[in-house]
């Protein structure tokens, strides 16, 4: 039995003391759910005093990304060791506003967020592989965008990233991890991925696990969907078989909105 987790992803919002008024409202608004994970992934400047007022709660702490070396003449990176020492036990991996797509043109999409930090398949697989060995759990983002759906190539290109990520990775290690479907046309758009649609390729990036390592290890993995949950279409989609969870951006900024969404799950 999997356990849910409903994570929010801050991006770069809230000043340290804004954060740290936000958590303390969640730790009155949240409610008792036994079968979930509750995740906040604030910006690096508000981890540590994110993580003194989540002391004693059962809310977790996360990043939202993380470089795959120690240590060293890396200005501007941080490590897993360090995200670990302040406490945080999840990290975003290849979100789509940090992944590049070089030399593919992306008509329906803003350049200048789409191409900032140049993420590939490569520095993933990377990433993920240094947050494992430093006991930190990658949530590992994956998704088309739309001019990709409107190809037709979605599903190749999803299960692409998802070998792609894995690979080198132990069934050990790939059965902790999370896999986040996030359609990067429904990201900050108000536009939600159909419940239906959203399940099956979370059930097929869970059968792209299972055809790399077997079932033992895919039925351990969870997949949450991302891309604009809020309270008003949470229930619908966390109610899908093949969907543990969600990675919440906008709506994750309000205690009541994210407290509503952790409420969504049966
Ligand atoms: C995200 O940033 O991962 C995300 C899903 O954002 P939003 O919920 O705002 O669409």
């Keep these: 039995m999997r356990r849910y987790l409903i994570a929010g992803n801050w991006k770069m919002n809230k000043l340290t003391s804004e954060a740290v008024a936000l958590v303390n409202e969640l730790k009155r608004s949240l409610p008792a759910k036994k079968n979930v994970d509750v995740l906040v992934c604030p910006t690096y400047t508000s981890l540590y005093p994110v993580k003194s007022v989540l ?73 993920a592989k240094a947050a494992l060995s430093a006991g930190l759990i990658p949530i590992i983002c994956v998704g088309e965008t739309l001019s990709e759906r409107k190809e037709g190539i979605s599903d190749g290109l999803i299960a692409e990233q998802v070998k792609k990520a894995l690979d080198g990775i132990s069934g050990e290690d790939v059965a902790k991890l999370v896999f986040a479907y996030e359609p990067v046309w429904a990201i900050g758009t108000g536009e939600t991925c159909e419940s239906d649609e959203a399940d099956r390729v979370c059930h097929l990036i869970r059968t792209t696990i299972e055809g790399l390592f077997g079932s033992a290890v895919c039925e351990q993995v969870r997949i949450q969907y991302g891309g604009s949950m809020k309270p008003s279409n949470a229930k619908d989609l966390l109610a899908k078989t093949n969907i543990d969870g969600g990675l919440i951006g906008g709506a994750s900024l309000k205690a009541g909105d994210f407290s509503a969404i952790v409420d969504a799950v049966e």
């Design 55 to 127: 002391e004693g709660s059962n809310i977790l702490l996360g990043a939202q990304d993380v470089f795959w070396k120690e240590s060293g003449a890396y200005t501007s990176q941080i490590s897993p060791s360090m995200l670990k020492d302040v406490g945080v036990t999840y990290v975003i991996i290849g979100h789509s506003e940090t992944r590049g797509r070089f030399g593919v043109p992306e008509p329906d999409f803003d350049e200048t967020i789409l191409k900032h930090f140049g993420e590939s398949d490569e520095t993933v697989n990377r990433k």
